[in-house]
Nanobody, 125 residues
Framework: VQLQASGGGYVQPGGSLRLSCQASGFALADYGIGWFRQVPGKEREGVACISGHNEATDYSRSVKGRFAISRDIAKNTVYLQMNSLKFEDSAVYYC???????????????????WGQGTLVTVSA
């Protein structure tokens, strides 16, 4: 099982970025996939998750209405579209699998199974 996160970069406040999480070694239908972020010195924060079996989505309060998680089964890739970015969205973003097809609560970051390597998002003027 491998996850490869990409798409991070520099963006001005109010701008947009789309992150990608390329999965290999498993089918997206078998696992929930979540996006998490971490700022140095702070705990990792759950941002969004998409369930494997029915594509149900969940978002943290801080990003709801601005971020959208989706997936492309044919490409085995999960995306995080980030719009209306704010300074406080700056972080290293990681994707991770749940232990099964249903997304666990985003607050439970420690029970995820496999993690990608992270991609840096910097929101700066």
């Amino acid at each position: 099982v491998q996850l490869q996160a990409s798409g991070g970069g520099y963006v001005q406040p109010g701008g947009s970025l789309r992150l990608s999480c390329q999965a290999s070694g498993f089918a997206l239908a078998d696992y929930g996939i979540g996006w998490f972020r971490q700022v140095p010195g702070k705990e990792r924060e759950g941002v969004a998750c998409i369930s494997g079996h029915n594509e149900a989505t969940d978002y943290s309060r801080s990003v709801k209405g601005r971020f959208a998680i989706s997936r492309d089964i044919a490409k085995n890739t999960v995306y995080l579209q980030m719009n209306s970015l704010k300074f406080e969205d700056s972080a290293v973003y990681y994707c991770a699998t749940d232990v099964g097809p249903v997304c666990a609560p985003l607050s439970l970051t420690s029970i995820r199974d496999y993690w990608g390597q992270g991609t840096l998002v910097t929101v700066s003027a």
